[in-house]
DNA sequence: AATTGATTTAACCAAACAGTTAAATTTAAT
DNA sequence: ATTAAATTTAACTGTTTGGTTAAATCAATT
């Protein structure tokens, strides 16, 4: 009574995830939770009493690695140049990891923008201290004067935006074709580095 | 039996543009459109056989305005400078009259990836005419040696990224309020266009 | 006035679906 | 072997929902 109880949970919660982000919380079928859990309707209830639990629950699963990954990097890294790279490269892996996530947060979050109000508070990301690196090396000349909020955005644009728009820019630009646009994230790494600091350092080679 | 016609049909499709914008096509109900159009739910279904139906109609509404801006401006500006800026203004301004367009687009598009193929081909944009473009620049050694197709992606990004993760950006980032949010996207279009051209442009002020 | 299409009313159907219940069966721990 | 929890089976409830139907009313055209 206590082996497979973990199991069990962790079984419904990846193919909860699983069909929600391909699904939507509304296209999401119970049913086809458990099917793809591998056990039956009644027993999905019996662990997550209602499908907005478990869909918080699968939520809120999703959105800490985010989290973890931006504050990891706020800790480790000082300096702004540091900092784009180390930001730039922990993101674009966990996206590669995690590639349905973003969409997944973002549409969830348009339909229901107060559920991520505790997400929010619970998980105090501190954004405030990258603005403030921006904000000294504006004054000390080192970068061009861009206001650090609009910066901030950038960065975290050029890293998102590719996979929420993946369809797009596959079926567009990359002849349809995965292998493209596996080779597209591959190489967008080092792009964006370049890319921002060109953008940003006053002096740039 | 004509003057209104057109009329209740407009009705109809600004309705359920709405709702579906704002729940999702699994999230709308058709009642719920009908009301938003107020009239009743079998006049809607009198003028569109489906739910199916009525939003492809929809959809292809919303798709075919982001071409049309797309097209525009390539017609329009021939040097990589006069493109970026006609580019990002019109896509902003764009974006600022729908602004939800960018979230239904990316979401119908990721649940039903084979939908847009038609609207992909039957509404042809241009977009390799930017990136030779961009190319010739390159090879002239006036931009600095990125990726056409990376400094495409950059531009869009940077425009609509702002739009799908507004909840976000406006929650972290600019204290939950809908003015500094207006004021964000106000002053991101020059923000943009400075960014974009400091970073592409290898002699910048 | 007669016709025709637009719109409403209201009742209805069938399917899908979240969630429940209760009894039976299996599994593991003691 | 007993016990208790985990899991299955299967039937069921109540509601929501997309879609239909048919008759009635309204509005404009002829």
């Known amino acids: 009574m206590v082996k ?7 079984k419904i919660i990846a193919a909860a995830k699983k069909v929600f ?3 939507g919380i509304d296209g999401a079928r119970m049913q086809e939770i458990a099917d793809e859990a591998g056990i039956n309707k009644s027993l999905l209830h019996y662990y997550f009493r209602s499908k907005d639990k478990l869909f918080d629950r699968v939520f809120s699963d999703s959105f800490i690695p985010v989290v973890k990954t931006i504050n990891l990097v706020f800790e480790k890294f000082q ?11 922990h993101y674009i892996t966990m996206l590669r990891e995690n590639p349905y996530i973003p969409h997944f947060i973002i549409h969830e979050l348009n339909r229901n923008p107060d559920r991520i109000v505790e997400q929010i508070q619970s998980s ?3 954004l405030n201290r990258i603005m403030e690196i921006i904000s000294k090396d504006v004054e000390g ?6 206001k650090p909020v609009h910066v901030l955005v950038n960065i975290v644009a050029l890293c998102v935006f590719p996979f929420v728009a993946r369809p797009i820019i596959q079926g567009f630009l990359l002849n349809d074709s995965e292998t493209e646009f596996r080779e597209f994230i591959e ?6 580095i370049s890319f921002v600091k060109s953008a ?4 740039h080679p």
Do not use: A, M
Not at 141 to 146: C, N, S, T
């Open 4 to 10: 497979k109880t973990v199991s069990t949970e962790e």
């Open 21 to 23: 982000i391909l699904k």
């Open 79 to 89: 300096d702004i140049d540091s900092l784009v790279e180390g930001f730039v490269r």
């Open 124 to 126: 105090s990301v501190n």
């Open 141 to 146: 000349h080192k970068l061009r004067p861009f």
């Open 187 to 192: 190489e967008r790494t080092q792009h964006i």
């Open 200 to 203: 940003i350092f006053i002096n």
